[in-house]
């Protein structure tokens, strides 16, 4: 009786898998985590672009030229595309063989390493046997290669494999070719982590003060367009070139080093440009990923700024103010106008008030001291009302007195002492 699990089986047996389900290596995993990841960033950046309404081609060019220099130089310090080299070789599989294999044979070199591929090629109606190796050898530290060359010669790795790692296993007797591309591996490698610094400056830079954003990135640039340079300057001055049974291996420089190149060239002409409108229009650079944008901050820091003494020169003049000989007359005018005009308007006197203050205990003598009333004289004419004058010139005194004691609600000792002998 057949069930669910006997299908390819035969009498009970387990399942006879005829055909050989090994593959080779097809993609790097840690680049493909890396592209996926820029890349979801970047979609959701293209989602929400369509809402922005300013600043769209300085917010495009932006994020786009920022995405895109941070992947590179990721997938660049991953890759093994710097120095390549891919040809069609007849060689046998394994040494002391007569057997020859028709295949395809590549060396793709990293800044830490080699990915050594062969794969076997069908001639004519012959079917290749399945032959697919993709091995890599590191050189972290300056005996990795050795190392690993020994593990190789033990798993029994097909004899031109061997043959190219042996190329940068050795070095001495003119085998430096190893050392050189180790070399130039770690100058690129430093430049390249020493530009992923600067990226994310850039970034957070271009967040807060776009001036200095568009600085960090041209800054960014010079260092990939430097890792670049550095590296083909200290490829070895004697390219290697192996030769595996008659078929030649030559080395050029690949995808790797191209798109550094083109970055940075990139980064640098972008931030140089962005830095020259600047200079010519202050604050007219800004995106939409700006802590402070379309707000008041930029005028309000301008304002601040102009109205700052620390900004203003020690020695400025105005416009009216001539150097020279000129200005010194000018002055000397201005300053005896200056005292003509005062001789003629006077001194002004703080002091002076032109009302009597209300209240008492300020000014408690201002009402006290206007002129006392004299006694009225006897006339011709005022015989009869003699009387009558003497009487009120004997009363005044008292009046006033009483007057200024009612105005004066206990008034101080001295100030009685005063009233009394008006």
């Given amino acids: 009786m057949k069930g669910w699990f006997d299908a390819f089986r035969d009498d009970g047996a387990p399942t006879l898998y005829s055909f050989s389900n090994r593959t080779p290596v097809t993609g790097d995993v840690p680049i493909v985590a890396v592209c996926v990841m820029f890349a979801t960033v970047y979609l959701a950046f293209l989602v929400i672009f369509p809402g922005v309404r300013k600043q769209k081609l300085t917010t495009f060019t932006t994020v786009t030229l920022s995405l895109f220099v941070g992947l590179v130089i990721l997938v660049s310090r991953l890759g093994s595309g710097w120095h390549v080299a891919q040809s069609t070789i007849v060689a046998p599989y394994r040494a002391f063989s007569r057997e020859k294999l028709p295949a395809r044979m590549g060396a793709h070199i990293g800044l830490m390493h080699i990915n050594i591929t062969l794969t076997a090629l069908p001639v004519g109606n012959w079917t290749p046997p399945d032959i697919d190796f993709n091995e890599r050898f590191s050189w972290n530290h300056a005996t990795d ?146 802590v402070y944008y379309d707000t008041p901050y930029d005028r309000h820091v301008i304002l601040e700024e102009s109205h700052d003494v620390r900004y203003r020169k020690r020695n400025s003049k105005g416009l009216e103010e001539p150097p020279g000989l000129g200005s010194r007359i000018l002055r000397r005018l201005s300053s005896k106008t200056r005292d003509q005009n005062t001789d003629k308007m006077g001194i002004e006197n703080r002091g002076f008030q032109h009302d009597v203050p209300k209240s008492p205990w300020r000014y408690p003598f201002r009402r006290a001291q206007q002129t006392p009333p004299q006694a009225i004289q006897r006339t011709i004419s005022q015989d009869s009302t003699s009387s009558i004058a003497s009487a009120a010139a004997a009363m005044s005194p008292s009046l006033h007195k009483v007057a200024l004691s009612r105005m004066l609600p206990k008034p101080p000792l001295e100030r009685t002492r005063e009233i009394s002998n008006w």
């Fill in 145 to 290: 290669m050795g190392n690993s060359y020994r593990d190789a010669l033990q798993r029994g790795l097909p004899y031109p494999i061997l043959t190219v790692a042996e190329y940068f296993s050795l070095g001495q007797e003119g085998f430096a070719w190893g050392g050189q591309y180790r070399a130039a591996g770690y100058f690129a490698s430093i430049l390249l982590w020493a530009s992923f610094a600067s990226w994310l400056l850039m970034n957070l830079l271009l967040v807060a003060v776009p001036r200095y954003g568009a600085y960090t990135m041209a800054l960014t640039g010079a260092l990939l367009i430097g890792a670049s340079i550095g590296y083909s300057a200290m490829l070895p001055k004697r390219p290697l070139m192996i030769v595996i049974e008659g078929a030649r291996i030559d080395f050029h420089l690949g995808w790797c080093f191209y798109l550094v190149l083109v970055a940075g060239v990139l980064c640098f002409a972008i931030g140089l440009v962005i830095s020259i409108i600047d200079l010519v229009w202050p604050h007219r650079f800004s995106t939409i990923l700006e």
